[in-house]
């Protein structure tokens, strides 16, 4: 008994793909028995499975059950809900790992799985022995048994536990996406005065596209805090691990200036400890911590490298300008966006009670959105090599943490390959347009050395 993946669907931090095309049921049950396989090979017994709002969820959880029991594990089914809320399970029932079914913030026709194995983030290399595995027939068997355990509760009473944020008025927009009940729950608990958009658990997004980074994603939310005058508002993606945040003015905060936010008491428990972003990061957020008293430390893009690099640092706390925002500081490390936001709100009362103030008073930056331009499998990190060669005939300095991250007199920009689509990702940020202006032109100009098209000027 064989099986064969779309190699597309294998992704760097989980699997994804179109469904019906790239990604099925059969592949969910080759999952489930190599996933379990590597359970039962670690010593384990049990695993944890949940999934999120997707019309097609149910019936790859239905195959990812099958495939789980019949190499021998035992499943415990949290049923529907944010990718956190099984993260939550998979650090506090006795469970030896779990799976998500999710297409996070993918349009509605995609689903995929997010995996963790022992407390750590099972990627890379472990995601690629699943298709040696299926090819193989290299599986377990065995009959394992099937439970559900009620977990939403003590999921959303975790988020509230330690509460002692102010009241605020606050918006929250769930986009329809899985963490919509939660959101519902939270709420109630939170003091204040709550409005909730798209709370309406739905795999067709019917309102708009759940993913918070996307500035004409936030419209309906930031209507909603305008036209209330609300204190702030809070968005979440696809599957509840992605933050995203409006001030009252109904100006975006980006996820490094929430980092830059949510750092400070954490900074104020615990001095001198290492905060992680990744290279997308305003370098506003990194002199930010260090003039705390933190150690900002910058890092690859990618929440399972960015968890994997916490806890080799002992960090309390990471983020990415993606919105994946890490706590470990009172928490279990993983990027949960309802804990995010429940912290955030705390953060917002110590540090004078309006977020609106917290944006005025951050630095004047002229950026780039994340730009990106087409590129293949083979092509995209070649360019960037060829980039970061020339660069060193220089004598230009450049941050290698992830593709190439250039520091000039006007600010900086970075120029990095995709590990989940065949593009190049490329960002620039100065003091002024005129500064952007130059560092662009410099993007292009390596650009145009490998043979790619330019990119546009274009500043937020």
């Known amino acids: 008994m064989s099986h064969r993946f779309d190699p597309t669907s294998l992704r760097e931090y989980d699997v994804r793909g179109i469904v019906g095309k790239s990604l099925g049921p059969a592949d969910a049950h080759a999952i489930g028995r190599g996933f379990a396989t590597h359970v039962r090979r670690a010593g384990g017994t049990r695993v944890a499975v949940g999934y999120d709002g997707r019309v097609s969820s149910p019936v790859l959880e239905a195959a990812l059950i099958e495939g789980l029991t019949r190499s021998g594990v035992d499943v415990v089914r949290i049923g529907l809900g944010p990718t956190p809320m099984l993260y939550h399970a998979e650090a506090t029932l006795e469970v030896d790992g779990g799976i998500q079914i999710t ?12 995996m963790v194995l022992q407390h750590r983030p099972f990627f890379g290399a472990d995601i690629q022995s699943l298709a040696r595995m299926a090819e193989e027939g290299d599986w377990e068997d065995g ?16 988020l509230m536990q330690g509460y002692a944020g102010g009241a605020f008025r606050i918006g929250w927009d769930a986009g329809n996406g899985a963490a919509g009940e939660v959101i519902e729950k939270l709420v109630k608990l939170l003091p204040g005065e709550h409005h909730t958009l798209y709370t309406e658990i739905d795999g067709t997004f019917p309102n708009h596209h759940p993913d918070p980074t996307e500035e004409r ?8 805090v305008v036209e209330k005058g609300l204190d702030f508002g809070l968005a979440f993606d696809g599957d509840g691990d992605r933050l995203g945040a409006v001030d009252g003015q109904g100006r975006v905060v ?21 905060i992680i972003a990744d290279v997308k990061a305003s370098q506003a957020l990194f002199d930010r911590i260090a003039e705390l008293g933190g150690t900002p430390l910058m890092w690859k893009t990618g929440h399972s490298l960015i968890k994997t ?3 080799e640092t002992n960090a309390p706390l990471a983020g990415e300008m993606s919105g994946h925002i890490f706590f470990a500081h009172d928490y279990y490390g993983f990027d949960d966006a309802q804990y995010a936001a429940v912290r955030l709100i705390r953060a917002v009362r110590v540090l004078g009670g309006s977020l609106t103030a917290l944006k005025d008073a951050m630095p004047a ?9 087409q590129s293949s499998e083979d092509r995209k990190f070649a360019v960037v090599d060829e980039v970061l060669a020339r660069l060193e005939a220089d004598g230009t300095e450049v941050n290698r943490t992830d593709g190439a991250r250039v520091t000039t007199p006007d600010g900086w920009w970075l ?46």
């Open 103 to 114: 297409g996070s913030h993918n349009p509605a026709e995609y689903n995929g799985f997010k």
């Open 415 to 460: 120029l990095r390959a995709s590990n989940t689509q065949d593009v190049l990702v490329a960002r620039a940020e100065a003091k002024d347009q005129a500064g952007l202006d130059r560092l662009m032109a410099a993007i292009n100009d390596q650009l145009a050395l490998s043979g790619v098209a330019p990119v546009l000027a274009a500043g937020h």
């Open 143 to 158: 009959e394992g048994a099937v439970s559900s355990a009620e977990v939403i509760d003590l999921y959303v009473d975790r």
């Open 309 to 311: 690099k916490m806890k």
């Open 254 to 274: 980006w996820g490094d200036q929430l980092l830059a936010i949510l750092a400070e008491p954490v900074l104020r428990a615990e001095p001198g400890a290492t």
């Open 217 to 224: 994603n936030l419209a309906d939310l930031k209507r909603l």
């Open 365 to 373: 930056m002229v950026n780039t959105p994340e730009l990106r331009f």
